[in-house]
């Protein structure tokens, strides 16, 4: 399979403080890829560096394209979503609204009922909340919420930050089987960034390890799952 | 009693103008949490465009509509050059650039135009009219059904529109707007220009009254701040009718508590503002902004 999504050696910095010292991977076009890695181990900047949100040094590709420097709002209408870290919620909006912006850098808004639709058959519970103020929502509710917004652009990948921060684990069991239906009926490919190795190596076909800024493990979740460090820092067992 | 009625249908009246202003004052502040203290002054020198169109023969409509084009282009171009320098700027180097601003767009207008105040048309007739023993002036009534026209514009195309809604979320949230695809720093500079088009509407109906010289805002901007105080400054709605109140109360301490009178009115807005700021600083419609530092 081709990789939709490649990095090579990319490095980011905020003001004197480098974050990412050279970091290489690549995703599967249709695969789920998860990037592991403990706090401040540079899992969001990654995630930033794609979506264009911090400047970079490296190449990144997207479909064969170099996009590199660009900025979020074209690579937003190149088919990249981002559902940050922290949601994004915009709070003082309902629940409709949010996803309507959602799907705002799409050509064919007119088409907005049908993703509509698509989207509240993946998460019922966001028909029903659809009038309420996106604040008022519960905290899995507001990531199924991110989630939603992010596919209403239908969007060829999909970036998703540590979905499962702060969630009882039954939820994040939930919004991962959601992920996974999405992943395998949309065609959409998705780069997760989880501090939740055991359920993101669940879910994923492929896997990095990230330590302070550098790539210093990769491989099939079945192999990683048998590495000792692996178990020991992010299984914990 | 029929003096009451009148002192509060002619604060009505005035209480129109601070309403307008105030309203283009609080979306000012609410797409770029921004306060405007230029807004006065960006309204008149609207006016003197549209005295100039009306002196070159335009019909009266015509300049209207020509203006408010004016108003927004002027208002857009302002905030990508005078306002995005300092867009990431203290919020106090942003008041200075707005007072600056002001200044300077007073003397530009003096320099231009001269400081003799000249007569401004209304489009409403001359003739008052009479509902019992209380006189509407036409032209009153004709400013608070243009300034309520107004607010149901923005209010249909905040709510209704994908760029309204784009606007309200860059105002929110924009880190998560750019990822939607919004391109944040044109809406801050769209909302500059939809304010400004609000108060070249102010400026306009405000200037048959006070007649057009280049300073005819400074005292009803003070006006417009206690309206949107009162009214809370997170609330277009509240604006109006914190206006449509400042108007009113305005007139009816100026009429019967004696040693205030007319001198003193001024006074007044600048007590409201006090007051509000001590006992409900979100004023009346607005909500309290909790902030995570």
């Keep these: 399979m081709a990789a939709i999504l490649t990095a090579e050696d990319v490095r980011a910095q905020y003001g004197w403080t480098r974050v990412l010292h050279g970091v290489s991977f690549a995703v599967e076009e249709g695969g789920i890829t998860t990037i592991l890695g403990a706090n401040g181990a540079g ?86 909340r659809r009038r309420q103020m996106a604040g008022t929502l519960s905290g899995g509710e507001q990531q199924m919420l991110a989630i939603a917004r992010g596919l209403m652009l239908r969007p060829r990948l999909l970036l998703l930050d540590e979905p499962s ?39 994923a076909d492929h896997a990095y390890v990230l330590e302070t800024g550098r790539v210093v493990l990769a491989g099939p979740p079945a192999i990683l799952k048998q590495d000792d460090a692996v178990r020991r820092s992010y299984l914990g067992y | 009693m029929d003096i009451l009625l009148q002192q509060v249908v002619s604060g009505l009246a005035t209480g129109g103008i601070y309403a307008s202003l105030a309203l283009a004052l ?15 002054e960006m309204a008149m020198f609207s006016t003197y465009l549209a005295w100039s169109l009306i002196n070159a023969g335009v019909p009266y409509w015509g300049a209207f509509a020509a203006t408010l084009v004016l108003a927004f282009i002027g208002g857009l171009l302002i905030e990508r050059l ?34 003799i105040q000249k ?56 880190v998560s707007s750019r990822l939607c695809g919004v391109r944040v720093g044109w809406m801050l500079a769209l909302g500059w220009g939809l304010a400004a088009l609000v108060g070249a509407v102010a400026g306009m109906m405000v200037a048959p009254i006070v007649f057009l010289d280049p300073n005819m805002m400074g005292g009803i901007l003070i006006y417009a701040f206690a309206s949107a105080t009162l009214g809370g400054f997170t609330s277009p709605g509240g604006a109006v009718v914190g206006g449509l109140l400042v108007g009113v109360i305005e007139n009816l301490v100026g009429t019967y508590v004696r040693f205030i ?32 530092v």
């Design chain 1, 43 to 128: 899992k969001t900047t990654t995630l930033r560096a794609v979506s264009g949100l911090v400047r970079t040094e490296g190449t990144i590709q997207f479909g064969g394209r170099r996009i590199e420097g660009r900025a979020p709002e074209e690579l937003v209408r190149m088919g990249i979503a981002h559902v940050p870290e922290g949601r994004g919620t915009f709070v003082g909006l309902t629940v409709e609204e949010n996803l309507r912006l959602g799907a705002y850098a799409r050509r064919d808004r007119a088409r907005g009922a049908e993703a509509f639709e698509r989207v509240y058959e993946y998460f019922p519970i966001l028909r029903e």
């Design chain 1, 165 to 203: 921060l702060g969630l009882a684990p039954l939820i994040v069991r939930e919004i991962f089987r959601i992920v996974r239906a999405i992943n395998r009926d949309e065609g959409v490919s998705v780069l997760l960034v989880e501090q939740n190795a055991t359920i993101a190596l669940e879910l």
């Design chain 2, 26 to 40: 609080v979306m000012i502040y609410q797409a770029t949490d921004v306060v405007n203290f230029a807004q006065g």
């Design chain 2, 82 to 115: 005078v306002i995005r320098p300092v867009e990431n700027a203290p919020v106090l180097a942003i008041v200075i650039v707005c007072i600056g601003l002001l200044t300077i767009l007073n003397s530009v207008a003096g320099w231009i135009y001269s400081y």
């Design chain 2, 119 to 174: 007569p401004f048309p209304s489009p409403f007739p001359d003739k008052p009219i009479n509902i019992g023993q209380i006189v509407f002036g036409a032209h009153d009534l004709g400013a608070i059904g243009i300034t309520l026209l107004v607010l149901v514009f923005l209010y249909v195309f905040f709510r209704y529109t994908t760029l309204g809604l784009a606007m309200r979320g860059a105002a929110q949230n924009p």
């Design chain 2, 261 to 292: 009178g007319t001198e003193l009115k001024l006074t007044v807005a600048l007590a409201i503002i006090l007051i509000v700021l001590v006992v409900k600083p979100s004023g009346l419609f607005g909500r309290a902004v909790v902030r995570r």
